[in-house]
């Protein structure tokens, strides 16, 4: 298969409802690793706090880079 057409099959149509879909999907998986890392956080005896803040940190990130996508072409966040 050429580079170009593994290219065009790998991408999600820029229709309006694929893209908000994407973004959503993204956003709430992200959401989850906070959350879980809370949970985490709470349940066990030890804990190496440090590596759970760096991951509760890269996924508060990755929420905040995705609405910030979301915002600027839909005009909305996608609330909690």
């Known amino acids: 298969m050429a580079l170009e057409e593994r290219?065009?099959?790998s991408l999600i149509p820029f229709e309006e409802k694929a893209v908000?879909?994407?973004?959503?999907?993204?956003?709430?998986?992200?959401?989850?690793?906070?959350?879980?890392n809370n949970t985490r956080a709470k349940t066990l005896a030890y804990v190496d706090v440090s590596e759970l803040e760096e991951e509760d940190f890269?996924?508060?990130?990755?929420?905040?880079?995705?609405?910030?996508?979301r915002m600027t072409l839909f005009g909305e966040l996608l609330p909690k």
Do not use: G
């Open 58 to 69: 890269m996924a508060r990130c990755y929420v905040d880079a995705f609405q910030s996508v």
């Open 7 to 9: 290219r065009k099959n």
């Open 20 to 36: 908000k879909e994407y973004l959503d999907n993204a956003i709430r998986c992200w959401r989850k690793r906070t959350s879980a």
